[in-house]
């Protein structure tokens, strides 16, 4: 039964500040679709290609959903929003891939340090997940001003490219344009290789390079067109006539992989009862006030129905089980904010009971984290802490994670934080996160310096003090904020919280795939797919 007063002015009022959130949302991943602006796009256009998102649409089965990641990645940074790149799952032939799509249109799709983040975190969901990598190659390979920051470890690029291989979830390279350099080791270690006739130029090093270091003559065409690497050197399985023939050819090759699907059929599938579009005024914008998450979870699940396990025992922890889009899961949802120690041994049993039974965990984030106090350090809530982060971090079920508020101190460990490898994580705009809240950390560096200034004899400069906690406030603040996090890839998206059932039922299919199924297709060889 919801409680949500829908007329009320609190939900009125958090849904007006979500809007607001999620129209600068909108505003901050329109940069991204952008890619280079009008002159690179008009000029890509002109040599008749395709721009990566329109190569990715061409790519997937039609009106299938494309769960893009990071588009924010970048943010914040001194590189384009997205930065030059396009990752996300899609469906090929009903077959869910990761997608991994240079963007030529910025800085001729070089990689830059967010560009090598957006794309090993690619490699890694194709891995934990066992789904075929496909990349879209068009780049000028490493970002050569910051060519410190990615060169050493870039190497894994190519490395996760054959692991992937090894275990035998295919790779497969379409070659568009350049992949020069280092980036020739894409098609290079790839299971499966298609180049655009005239326009694919794979080559280790380029005409002027070649000059400088041999003396040698030669042109980009016999030194790594398509053609000759069809024809002459064997890098290219496949010659395509054009951009569509390529991503043709493509499709087909994930049609030969032999694939099963997730193999989870959900049969006839209730949603809520409630409107996904009342997730807009849940959370307040205040995180100091709480709300209740039982009111998101009936705006998610299937037919709202949530059964709670331990509903009368640790109260700021909600957990229980429920079924969306038909997939079985376990829901852990922070409703008060502060963990004690009750919550946290409740989300330790919660843990293992999933485990016992195969079912994925969903974490709704809204923690200010683990109480503290002498009567919580003497009751033992470093201890119980542990437990529950002990449970989250060997727990080998898959995890999905949504910060919808506050995500501070070590609540951000237990609640399947970045760091603790959830399949997935995303945020609402509303979110924060950060070791403690700004006015908390600026007031322990004033402490602390007091302290150190008495202990030196010295009088404490108050008005330094002043200054210093606005201004270490205002940056933690910022640092704290959604675009900021998912600029630095601390999480895979910024959502529309109206869109978290949908990006839920996206990511539980993904994760299907490696509990049936296709884990259990070749046994691995102990190589990737050597190229001959
Ligand atoms: N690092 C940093 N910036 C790069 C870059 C790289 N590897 N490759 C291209 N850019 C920049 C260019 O300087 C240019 O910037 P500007 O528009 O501000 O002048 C912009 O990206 C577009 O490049 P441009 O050469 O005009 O585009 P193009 O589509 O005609 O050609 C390439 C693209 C990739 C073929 C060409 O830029 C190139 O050969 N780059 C170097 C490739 C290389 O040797 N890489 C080695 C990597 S290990």
């Known amino acids: 039964m919801s409680r949500l007063d829908t007329s009320g002015d609190d939900y009125l009022a958090r849904r007006e500040a979500m809007l607001a959130k999620l129209a600068e949302l909108d505003a901050e991943q329109a940069k991204a679709?952008?890619?280079?602006?009008?002159?690179?796009?008009?000029?890509?256009?002109a040599r008749g290609k395709l721009l990566a998102r329109e190569r990715i649409e061409l790519l997937v089965d039609p009106d299938s959903a494309f769960l893009e990641l990071s588009p924010l990645a970048a943010w914040g940074s001194d590189f384009p929003v997205g930065a030059s790149v396009v990752t996300g799952i899609g469906v090929v032939e009903g077959v869910e891939c990761v997608l991994v799509a240079n963007d030529p249109t910025v800085r001729g799709g070089s990689s830059n340090p967010w560009t090598m983040r957006k794309t090993l975190r690619a490699a890694d969901i194709a891995f934990e997940n066992r789904l075929p990598l496909i990349n879209l190659v068009e780049s000028g390979g490493a970002d050569l001003p910051t060519q410190k920051e990615i060169f050493i470890p870039g190497g894994r690029i190519f490395r996760d490219l054959t692991r992937l291989s090894a275990a035998g979830i295919p790779t497969i390279a379409l070659v568009f344009g350049n992949s020069t350099a280092g980036g020739a080791y894409v098609p290079g270690m790839s299971d499966h290789v298609v180049?655009?006739?005239?326009?694919?130029?794979?080559?280790?090093?380029?005409?002027?390079?070649?000059?400088?270091?041999?003396?040698?003559e030669a042109d980009d065409e016999s030194l790594?067109?398509?053609?000759?690497?069809?024809?002459?050197?064997?890098?290219?399985?496949?010659?395509?006539?054009?951009?569509?023939?390529?991503?043709?050819?493509?499709?087909?090759?994930?049609?030969?992989?032999?694939?099963?699907?997730?193999?989870?059929?959900p049969g006839v599938v209730r949603g809520p009862l409630y409107d996904e579009d009342e997730l807009l005024g849940i959370v307040p914008e205040d995180l100091r006030i709480p709300f209740d998450p039982r009111e998101v979870i009936a705006r998610v699940v299937d037919g709202s129905e949530f059964d709670e396990f331990k509903p009368l025992y640790g109260g700021s922890l909600v957990t229980g089980w429920a079924r969306l889009h038909g997939h079985p899961i376990g829901i852990l949802a922070n409703a008060r904010g502060v963990l004690f120690s009750e919550e946290a041994q409740k989300a330790a049993q919660f843990?293992?009971?999933?485990?016992?039974?195969?079912?994925?965990?969903?974490?709704?984030?809204?923690?200010?984290?683990?109480?503290?106090?002498?009567?919580?350090?003497?009751?033992?809530?470093?201890?119980?802490?542990?437990?529950?982060?002990?449970?989250?971090?060997?727990?080998?079920?898959?995890?999905?994670?949504?910060?919808?508020?506050?995500?501070?101190?070590?609540?951000?460990?237990?609640?399947?934080?970045?760091?603790?490898?959830?399949?997935?994580?995303?945020?609402?705009?509303?979110?924060?996160?950060?070791?403690?809240?700004?006015?908390?950390?600026?007031g322990v560096l004033s402490i602390v310096g007091r302290a150190a200034a008495q202990a030196r004899g010295q009088v404490y400069d108050e008005e330094g003090d002043a200054a210093m906690r606005q201004l270490v406030e205002a940056q933690i603040e910022a640092e704290s904020l959604p675009f900021f996090l998912s600029g630095r890839l601390y999480d895979d998206g910024v959502i529309d919280p109206r869109d978290t059932r949908t990006v839920l039922g996206l990511c539980l299919s993904v994760v299907g795939n490696a509990a049936v199924g296709n884990a259990l297709v070749p046994e691995p060889s102990g190589f990737g797919v050597f190229r001959m």
């Open 351 to 442: 843990i293992q009971l999933a485990n016992q039974v195969r079912v994925p965990l969903v974490f709704l984030q809204n923690t200010t984290g683990y109480m503290v106090g002498k009567d919580y350090e003497q009751g033992g809530i470093i201890k119980h802490g542990a437990m529950m982060i002990n449970a989250v971090a060997n727990s080998s079920v898959p995890h999905i994670t949504i910060v919808m508020g506050a995500s501070y101190g070590a609540g951000n460990y237990g609640m399947c934080g970045r760091a603790y490898d959830p399949r997935f994580l995303f945020t609402w705009p509303s979110a924060k996160s950060a070791v403690m809240g700004p006015a908390q950390l600026a």
């Open 195 to 216: 180049m655009v006739k005239e326009r694919a130029k794979v080559f280790l090093g380029g005409p002027p390079l070649v000059k400088m270091a041999t003396g040698e």
């Open 224 to 265: 790594g067109g398509a053609e000759m690497h069809a024809r002459v050197s064997g890098l290219a399985d496949y010659l395509a006539a054009d951009e569509h023939d390529a991503l043709r050819i493509g499709r087909r090759i994930v049609k030969g992989l032999n694939r099963r699907g997730s193999g989870v059929s």
């Open 33 to 45: 679709v952008a890619g280079g602006g009008g002159k690179y796009v008009d000029r890509h256009r």
